[in-house]
């Protein structure tokens, strides 16, 4: 989400925040396509349905995306110690 994508994006990487796990819309692949995409998923199964849901759309137009595998029950903010982190 976007507490996720801002501390990212404090680690000086590029970043877009989706809504919940189910909120991504393969209409925006075309718009992705031309970037290295690594799907940052919360530790959680509503972060494995994002990952196969963006890996599964970015499949479909012959690209192939990276994932980060998070410990379980954590995301990117808490460990980088980023809004809403407790590090």
């Known amino acids: 989400g976007v ?3 801002l501390a990212l994006e404090a680690q000086g990487l590029n970043a877009v ?3 919940g796990a189910s909120s991504f819309r393969p209409e925006w692949v075309d718009c992705l396509l031309r ?3 690594v799907v940052v998923p919360d530790g959680d ?3 494995e ?8 759309a970015f ?3 012959g690209k192939a995306i990276r994932s980060v595998h998070m ?5 990117a903010a808490e460990l980088l110690g ?3 982190g407790d590090v």
Request: glycine fraction near 22%.
């Open 35 to 37: 970037y290295d995409v």
């Open 82 to 84: 980023g809004i809403g």
């Open 71 to 75: 410990p379980a029950g954590r995301d």
């Open 17 to 19: 925040g989706v809504l």
């Open 59 to 61: 499949g479909k137009q």
């Open 49 to 56: 349905t994002f990952r196969r849901t963006v890996s599964e």
């Open 45 to 47: 199964s509503g972060g």
């Open 3 to 5: 507490p996720d994508a």
